[in-house]
C-alpha cells in the first residue's frame, strides 16, 4: 500500500510569490491535514479536509488556503510569501478516526 | 489553552541504557493519546495509540503507557537505531492533533 505522497520535495520561492504544494493520501483515506514544522519548533496544524469540505482552520492568516478534490487528493497554496514562511510543510492522512499517518513532506525555502 | 508538553526536550542515552519519556497534557477529556517517530527530514511515523488511562502498548523495545494526565514512552536497552524525535499528541475538541515539540533522543554506541 502507498503511502502519503508530497510534491515537490523541495521548493524555492522569493519573497511575495506564491507557492502550491501538493499531496496524494493513502487510497480509501478521505481526511487530509496539512501541518507547518518550522526549525526547531514543533508541528502547527494548518488546515483539515474531509470529503472535499475545509472542516478546521488553524491560527494562520487568510493566505495560507487550499483545497481538497473530487479524488481526495489536496493541495496548500500559500499566497505573499514571507520568510517566516520557510519551514517543512507535512500533510497526513486519516480514515474516520484512525490515526494520521503522514508524508514525508515539502521543504520550502523563501529567499 | 490546550497544550501537550514533553519532557526532557533532549534525552543521550549509552546503547542499552533504559529510560522514559514523558507527555503531560492539560484538557481532561480523553480522546486518543498518540505517539509518533520523526527521523531528520522525514515525516512523523505513526507508532501507538492510546485510549483510556491504564492502556499500554508495546512495539519492539518501545512501551507507551497513559495515566489520566500523562503518558510515558519506555525505551528499554535501546540501540543506536531509536535515535530520533519522539512526538506525542492528543486530539482536542476541535478535531485537531495537537502535537507537543517533541523529546530528540540520541543513543550512543
Known amino acids: 500500500e502507498a503511502g502519503v505522497t508530497q510534491s515537490p520535495t523541495h521548493l524555492i520561492k522569493t519573497r511575495g510569490q506564491q507557492a502550491t504544494l501538493r499531496c496524494s493520501p493513502i487510497s480509501g483515506h478521505t481526511s487530509v491535514y496539512w501541518y507547518q514544522q518550522a526549525l526547531g519548533l514543533g508541528l502547527q496544524f494548518l488546515l483539515w479536509y474531509d470529503e472535499g469540505e475545509e472542516r478546521n482552520r488553524g491560527n494562520f492568516p487568510p493566505r495560507f488556503s487550499g483545497r481538497q478534490f473530487p479524488n481526495y487528493s489536496s493541495e496548500l497554496n500559500v499566497n505573499a510569501l514571507e520568510l517566516e514562511d520557510s519551514a517543512l510543510y507535512l500533510c497526513?492522512?486519516?480514515?474516520?478516526?484512525?490515526?494520521?499517518?503522514f508524508g514525508n513532506g515539502t521543504r520550502l525555502t523563501v529567499t | 489553552e490546550d497544550q501537550v508538553t514533553q519532557s526532557p526536550e533532549a534525552l543521550r542515552l549509552q546503547e542499552g541504557e533504559s529510560s522514559s519519556l514523558n507527555c503531560s497534557y492539560t484538557v481532561s477529556g480523553l480522546r486518543g493519546l498518540f505517539w509518533y517517530r520523526q527521523d531528520p527530514g522525514k515525516g512523523p511515523e505513526f507508532l501507538f495509540t492510546l485510549y483510556s488511562a491504564g492502556e499500554e502498548k508495546e512495539k519492539e523495545r518501545l512501551k507507551a503507557t497513559l495515566t489520566k494526565k500523562e503518558s510515558f514512552l519506555h525505551i528499554t536497552a535501546p540501540k543506536p537505531e531509536d535515535s530520533a524525535t519522539y512526538l506525542c499528541?492528543?486530539?482536542?475538541?476541535?478535531?485537531?492533533?495537537?502535537f507537543g515539540t517533541g523529546t530528540r533522543l540520541t543513543i550512543i554506541p
Open positions: 497526513a492522512s486519516s480514515l474516520d478516526n484512525s490515526p494520521l499517518h
Open positions: 499528541a492528543h486530539f482536542f475538541g476541535n478535531e485537531k492533533l495537537t
